[in-house]
């Protein structure tokens, strides 16, 4: 009869784990103080100004040097403590995928009147993109929760490093390091952010991925409404840098097979030369192209890591986030 019972309760946390939660929807009352932002920031109008891709750079401060791109440069150049130097010894000598079921939580900023709300179907899009792009890590990306949060405040303020992003992780962060946590809202301009595998040491509660609810598989920002942008920002939350990273100067992006890239492909038409999808740019190798549609760029023709973005993506999560 006990075992019948710890059989069933297996089964009953196993139907739990694949199930999507939604939590209490959650209304903050609107601050009597609070102003409006102007409406070139809250109404941004893609034909007329240039996306900002993506903030994560922004953010960096107090950093190290950063990751080398193999097991072993990483364990020389960067990381000393012995915890750590077990972690990758585990990973080079088992030498295969690791299988690791990424949580993720969601949390949807949105207004009174709906604007940044969505339905599920949107992120589960995302969500499928993600386990598409990570093929062959063993990374799998299972979506477990989502809470709709109704704030003005949130929504329109939640620019990186900002005190709104600060309050707002601090409160509805979820998990821990092994969980990623993703934010939507209304950005103006920035695509979105996320914060690097090493800043969890630096602040806990700020580990996580915020999207603008427009470049979301489907949605109203052209060019970038492919769901790619969400995959991009996942990568720096796994440990990679832009292919851009540094410009023509080493480590670059610390990845030695992608081109070093010189600049950002851009969304500016008075960029001519790097709007779009340029696929004839020079490296900054005599003879070789940029890899523009890699995901680490901005290109509108994102579509791929190269394997050894995928083997960095795993030898990170073992020297920061754990087995
Ligand atoms: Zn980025």
Known sequence: MKFATVFLSSILSAFTIAELVHLPDVIIPKDPNYKQPPSSFAKFDAKKQAAHQCATQNILNALPNGFASTSRRLKNDYYTSPAVLSNLTAAETVNAPIHK????????MHLENGEGNYDDQ???KQIDLLNAHFQGTGFTF???????IQDNGYYYNLQAGSDAEKQMKETFYMGDKKVLNFYTGNFAQYNGWATFPHDYNYWQKRDGVCLHRDVLPGGKRENYNNGITGVHEVGHW???YHTFQNGCNPPGDEIDSTPPNPDPTHNDPNFFNTNGCPRNRDSCIGGIKVDVSNIMDYSWCRDHFNTDQLQRTMDVWWATRGA
């Open 101 to 108: 079921e990424v949580q993720v939580y969601l949390n949807i």
């Open 122 to 124: 949107v992120f589960w």
């Open 142 to 148: 299972n979506w477990v929760g989502v809470r709709r």
């Open 238 to 240: 796994l440990g990679l």
